[in-house]
């Protein structure tokens, strides 16, 4: 069992770029979250999808989308980069509500 | 917006000593979680503990939960070197139900020396 898998694990930016990250969540798993996880601080829920369909968004701006795939691959894009967005993004993914979830190793992203 | 506070937000102790790490929440749950991260990587899944539990164990690991209180502490017994890392608690708020968002706290920074 591969677990969760995310790509790319590196990738730098320039303002004003657009970025999609990938992930793929463990066997089995048909819901996936997405965090952003700045430098010293915990991780921030972004989004969740379920069923293809976003159920759950945390606060951020809608330059924020997501998608979800019917093999429950998700994938996260960020467009209109701000320096800001540097950060870890993880990706998790959960069987059921009320579950643990099991993260990705994340794609560190690097806005210059 | 962050929900949890850890408390210490880091803490360094010899290897064979116990490390205690507390977690503060603000809303209602339907259950807390504890997480580790080793150096900015990804988050590993150490314990879920139910609001309706008030204490539970996973080896070296004992957490308690206080839902009078709003808070939570993560015990690890007979620390290891390899137990340095990042510490994060994570509740699933309850808003009529699990949502099936977490939301971390900013994360007990445990050193273990050898």
């Known amino acids: 069992d591969a677990g969760v898998t995310q790509s790319p694990t590196h990738l730098i930016k320039t303002r004003g770029q657009q970025v999609t990250l990938r992930c793929s969540p463990k066997s089995g798993h048909d819901t996936v979250s997405w965090y952003q996880q700045a430098l010293g601080q915990g991780p921030q829920f972004i989004f969740q999808?379920?069923?293809?369909?976003e159920r759950q968004r945390g606060n951020f701006p809608d330059r924020f989308s997501g998608h979800q795939f019917p093999n429950y691959s998700s994938e996260l894009n960020v467009n209109a980069l701000l320096l800001g967005d540097s950060a870890l993004y993880l990706c998790a993914s959960s069987l059921a509500w009320g579950s643990g979830a099991f993260f990705g190793q994340g794609t560190r992203l690097t806005v210059v | 917006s962050q929900q949890g506070e850890e408390d210490p937000q880091a803490l360094s102790i010899q290897e064979g000593e116990n490390a205690t790490m507390n977690c503060s929440y603000k809303?209602?749950?339907?259950?807390l979680q504890w997480y580790r991260q080793n150096s900015g990587r990804g988050l590993v899944h150490l314990i879920l503990i139910r609001s309706n539990e008030r204490e539970k164990h996973s080896g070296r690991l004992r957490v308690t939960l206080d839902t009078s209180k709003k808070s939570s502490s993560l015990l690890i017994t007979a620390s290891r070197a390899a137990d340095t890392a990042s510490y994060f608690c994570?509740?699933?708020?309850?808003?009529?139900?699990?949502?099936?968002?977490?939301?971390f706290g900013k994360g007990t920074k445990l050193s273990v020396k050898p």
């Open positions: 994570a509740t699933d708020p309850d808003y009529g139900g699990s949502q099936g968002n977490l939301i």
């Open positions: 809303t209602s749950i339907n259950n």
């Open positions: 999808y379920y069923e293809e369909e």
